[in-house]
């Protein structure tokens, strides 16, 4: 049966976002190894292999110690914590070996755990390895302005692999606060309706659009009203990436501050004379005021 927490947790407010403190940090499954051993940066998951590899040779090392005669040709506890490594790993140069009981019995143990160690860290390794990631890139800020003299919202996506991306979908969510008719506050999230939500080949760019229409969240509110609903767009993209044949997904968010009213996407393709088109994605994040 699970325990009720009997904590309070705090919940930061910045740009729309509401984040527990520390609920993004992977040092926050310090009681969830593996998600844990999963989520580190790769320089600190090596390094505590590394220093879980130095311990536990330690730990040998001090156990054959306390038969100092149990292993032929070990003179010291530097000795000890070699023959330790030789035996974790399963080498057996056979310059030093065992010769009493108690060794032997130390020995199968640090040999099965040897084993069992060497499973555990092929195991998340390859997990850390084969969990396939999209390279999407979102751009920087979403825009306000009229599309086909349609009021939309719009950002672009890019795929920065410029592989192809099967059956790529892209959904966003939108989160603002409100108030019930009892005048309690509530957070309510709603599917905002897209131009287009499916793509069967995406490679370089997609605009995405939500038209602002009367059943838009959006319809008739300003940047002012945004701000103080702390309004948050959510957006998910996946796909199946044609070089590993997995699916991928990743997630994008724009805040108040994130979306500009008025404002445009600046044009990232150009023609060449010959009828072939550059995509420029230094101009990928621009964007330009609309004209008065």
């Known amino acids: 049966m699970l325990k009720p927490m009997h904590r309070k947790i705090r919940i930061a407010v910045h740009n729309g976002r509401f984040s527990v403190r520390g609920g993004d940090d992977w040092r926050a499954y310090l009681r969830d190894p593996y998600h844990l051993m999963l989520l580190m940066p790769w320089p600190v998951f090596l390094g505590a292999i590394a220093l879980a590899y130095v311990g536990l040779n330690l730990i040998f090392a001090l156990l054959y110690s306390f038969d100092p005669q149990g292993i032929v040709h070990a003179q010291s506890f530097t000795d000890r914590y070699f023959f330790s490594v030789q035996t974790l790993a399963s080498i057996g140069y056979g310059y030093m070996y065992p010769q009493t009981l108690y060794t032997h019995t130390v020995v199968s143990v640090e040999a099965m755990v040897g084993l069992v160690s060497i499973a555990v860290l092929t195991g998340l390794a390859f997990a850390r390895f084969a969990r396939p990631t999209a390279r999407v890139m979102f751009s920087q800020k979403a825009v306000i302005s009229e599309h086909n003299r349609v009021p939309c919202l719009m950002f672009r996506i890019a795929n920065q692999r410029h592989n192809q991306i099967y059956d790529a979908q892209v959904s966003v969510s939108w989160f603002q606060d409100e108030s019930t008719a009892e005048g309690q506050g509530v957070r309510r999230f709603y599917e905002l309706p897209l131009a287009r939500t499916r793509s069967p080949n995406f490679r370089l760019s997609w605009t995405v659009y939500h ?82």
């Open 211 to 292: 038209p602002i229409e009367r059943d838009s969240p959006l319809f008739g509110q300003t940047a002012a009203d945004l701000a103080q609903r702390h309004g948050l767009a959510i957006v998910n993209f996946s796909g199946i990436d044609e070089t590993v044949g997995e699916s991928v997904r990743t997630r994008y968010e724009y805040g108040p501050a994130d979306i500009l009213w008025q404002y445009r996407l600046v044009d990232i393709f150009e023609t060449l004379p010959n009828g072939d088109r550059l995509m420029d994605l230094q101009r990928f994040h621009a964007v330009e005021p609309l004209s008065s």
